[in-house]
């Protein structure tokens, strides 16, 4: 089944306690990325990955690290989370058709991952 | 500004209406649009790709104006199963920007 798996589903932590939420892909997509979605903000960009070892920073990139190492794989890292990042976080995946323009065809979400920091 | 803006809602219809969203977008360049579904803070999923030309599958129909630069979704015949939130997704450079999403729902 084509799907995209986060792990943790849902996690809460400490302030300062390093964690990592995974997320991989089994649809061999170019293209993935990680959103948090807070009430009344909708879904904003952290970090996208265009390929193995491209990253990018999204709209809200500050606090947040990822890796892109494998083509499958794209985890976030939060080296010393706050409070202000109790969020749900969604990754997701997408093939990139290329012509004259790079197009991300619709995106594939993992089921999200609630966060919460103490 | 935004790159995406939607009416947030909340939208209560009864069973059998039409109801239709839009969605204006900020980015000429953009390149591909989508609405998306999301239940409960459960994950967006794909509704349907929205073309130049329009598109329609079954009941729902998407429309693109790419000079006026604004989305539109009628969702027809509603029915209690199509209660969600409606995102808007435009996909603009290497970026997915998303409306904040409008509130469905669909009452007995």
């Known amino acids: 089944e084509a799907q995209v798996t986060q792990n943790p589903r849902y996690l809460i932590t400490v302030t300062g306690k390093k964690l990592t939420v995974t997320c991989s892909q089994n649809?061999?997509?170019?293209?993935m990325s990680w959103y948090r979605q807070d009430p009344g903000l909708g879904l904003r960009q952290i970090y996208y990955?265009?390929?193995?070892?491209?990253?990018d920073k999204g709209d809200v990139p500050e606090g947040y690290k990822v890796s892109r190492k494998e083509k499958r794989n794209f985890p976030l890292i939060l080296e010393s989370p706050s409070p202000n990042q109790t969020s749900l976080y969604f990754c997701?995946?997408?093939?990139?058709?290329?012509?004259?323009?790079?197009?991300?065809?619709?995106?594939?979400f993992g089921q999200g991952t609630r966060l919460t920091v103490v | 500004r935004k790159e995406v803006e939607q009416d947030p809602g909340p939208f209560n219809v009864p069973e059998g209406a039409t109801v239709a969203f839009n969605c204006t977008y900020s980015?000429?360049?953009?390149?591909?649009f989508f609405w998306y579904r999301q239940d409960c803070r459960k994950e967006p999923k794909l509704l349907m790709s929205?073309?130049?030309s329009g598109n329609e599958d079954g009941r729902f129909t998407a429309q693109l104006n790419r000079a006026s630069q604004y989305i539109s979704l009628l969702i027809r015949d509603s029915k209690l199963s199509d209660s969600a939130t409606y995102l808007c997704?435009?996909?603009?450079?290497?970026?997915?920007?998303f409306g904040t999403g409008t509130s469905l729902t669909v009452i007995p």
């Open positions: 929205v073309y130049s």
């Open positions: 990955s265009m390929n193995v070892e491209v990253t």
């Open positions: 997704v435009v996909n603009t450079g290497n970026q997915f920007y």
């Open positions: 649809m061999n997509h170019e293209y």
């Open positions: 997701a995946s997408s093939l990139v058709r290329s012509g004259f323009y790079f197009i991300n065809t619709e995106a594939f």
């Open positions: 980015n000429s360049a953009s390149q591909s």
